[in-house]
Structures are given as structure tokens and as C-alpha cells.
């Protein structure tokens, strides 16, 4: 990013996500580090374990 080049602007809320721009976009990106953690269900499971208040 610091030298340029387009990209993609994800606005939280509370706060702003900027990333580079690549061919599968910020969707891809989150896509790829779910998988590479184990799956919306690893995850999910994880969260909950550790408060189960967001199960």
C-alpha cells in the first residue's frame, strides 16, 4: 500500500479496514484465513468455547 496501487475499504463501524486490492478482494482474503484456521465451524466452535455468551 505505501507504494500505491489500488485498494479495498471495508468500514466496521467502529473502525475502517483498508487492504490492498488483489483478484479475489476483501471477501477472498477473509475466505482464505477462515479455511487456513479451520473452517467457519472451527472457529465458531472456538469463540463460543471461550465465551459462551456468543454461542
Known amino acids: 500500500m505505501a507504494d500505491g496501487g489500488p485498494v479495498e475499504v471495508a468500514d466496521l463501524g467502529a473502525a475502517v479496514l483498508v487492504v490492498p486490492a488483489n483478484g479475489d478482494g476483501l471477501r477472498g482474503l477473509l475466505a482464505a484465513a477462515i479455511e487456513e484456521?479451520?473452517?467457519y465451524a472451527a472457529?465458531?466452535?472456538g469463540v463460543s468455547a471461550e465465551d459462551?455468551?456468543?454461542a
Open 52 to 54: 459462551p455468551d456468543l
Open 37 to 39: 484456521a479451520g473452517g
Open 43 to 45: 472457529l465458531a466452535a
